[in-house]
């Protein structure tokens, strides 16, 4: 039971750490954590790929809400932006987390892990790949003032953004991971929003798509809640932390953590999934 409580809470504040450092909420980490301590070696009763979603989208909620605060006191967060994205991530959050109830744990691991690789590599092309035309229109184009004054331009139609979003969303509740591991080389790569406006924003849309796919998991019962409690505390401490660290960081340092940590655990993943 200690060793348990001791792994629930590392896995919390490591994750959390992570997760708010690079913008991706920490989802990425806590499944297939808690699917490998609980599931491989049955060192957390009970657990199932479906209650390692909805517990890491419990989890998300918190760790969302807490970097979100912290990011928007440095004006990292562009709150216009993060609201047209969450009319399609919301509802799209909701709608997946029914679709995780027929995922088995081998297509767990390889979906999630195929997706992985795939975002990891995106961001490795994305300095290549020109803009689309349709977000250059200067009707689109509006300002944002990061924390030191410059001035930033960017913008995009709403019925593209909602669209999009909407398929991310049913991606978080599907795989429990809070958008944010799509959403920031999204917003990077087709929005043209720099990094560090674009992982503060990320976690606004954590907060929100993770607490819509939380509920349609509470109400299959998909939450382990006794994983939950320690997870919860240890995250929002580790939240805190991320924050503060990522300003240490440059953009392009952080967008190279984050695609590592994507590449690394999609292969993980994926060699489950086939031996």
């Given at each position: 039971?200690?060793l348990?409580i001791?792994?629930l809470?590392?896995?919390g504040?490591?994750?959390?750490?992570?997760?708010?450092?690079?913008?991706m909420?920490?989802g990425?980490?806590i499944?297939p954590?808690?699917?490998f301590?609980?599931i491989?070696?049955?060192m957390?009763?009970g657990?199932?790929?479906?209650?390692?979603?909805?517990?890491?989208s419990?989890?998300?909620v918190?760790?969302?809400f807490?970097a979100m605060?912290?990011?928007?006191?440095?004006?990292q967060?562009d709150?216009?932006?993060?609201?047209?994205?969450?009319?399609g991530?919301?509802?799209?959050a909701?709608?997946?987390?029914y679709a995780?109830a027929?995922?088995t744990?081998d297509?767990?691991n390889?979906?999630?892990?195929?997706f992985?690789?795939?975002?990891?590599?995106?961001?490795m092309v994305?300095d290549?790949i020109?803009?689309l035309?349709?977000f250059?229109?200067p009707?689109?184009?509006r300002?944002?003032?990061?924390?030191?004054?410059?001035?930033?331009q960017?913008?995009?139609?709403?019925w593209?953004?909602v669209a999009?979003?909407?398929?991310v969303?049913?991606?978080t509740?599907l795989?429990g991971i809070?958008g944010?591991?799509?959403m920031?080389?999204l917003m990077i790569?087709?929005?043209?929003?720099?990094?560090?406006?674009a992982i503060?924003?990320?976690m606004?849309l954590?907060?929100f798509s993770s607490?819509?796919?939380?509920?349609?998991h509470?109400?299959?019962s998909h939450v382990?809640?006794?994983?939950l409690?320690?997870l919860?505390v240890s995250s929002?401490?580790?939240?805190r932390?991320?924050?503060?660290?990522?300003?240490?960081f440059?953009?392009?340092?952080l967008?190279?953590?984050?695609r590592?940590v994507?590449l690394?655990?999609?292969?993980?993943?994926?060699?489950?999934?086939?031996?």
């Open positions: 039971m200690i348990t001791i792994i809470i590392c896995i504040l490591f994750s959390s750490i992570l997760g708010a450092l690079v913008g909420g920490g990425v980490i499944v954590a808690l699917v301590f609980g491989k070696l049955g957390i009763e657990m199932t790929p479906q209650l390692a979603i909805g517990t890491s419990m989890i998300l918190i760790t969302g807490s605060v912290q990011y928007n006191k440095s004006n967060v709150r216009y932006s993060g609201s047209i994205f969450l009319i991530l919301v509802p799209g909701f709608v997946g987390s995780s027929s995922l744990l297509s767990f390889l979906y999630f892990g195929s992985l690789i795939i975002i990891s590599i995106i961001l994305r290549k020109p803009p035309k349709v250059q229109n009707k689109y184009l300002p944002h003032i990061d924390a030191d004054g410059v001035v930033h960017y913008g995009f139609p709403v593209i953004a999009i979003t909407f398929l969303g049913f991606t509740g795989f809070g944010g591991v799509l920031t080389p790569i087709v929005f043209r929003i720099p990094p560090t406006i503060g924003t990320s606004m954590i907060f607490f819509s796919s939380a509920i349609g509470a109400l299959q382990q809640y006794f994983s409690i320690f919860a929002y401490f580790g939240a932390i991320g924050v503060k660290l990522a300003s240490r440059t953009s392009d340092g967008v190279k953590i984050l590592t994507l690394l655990i999609g292969l993980y993943l994926i060699l489950e999934a086939i031996l």
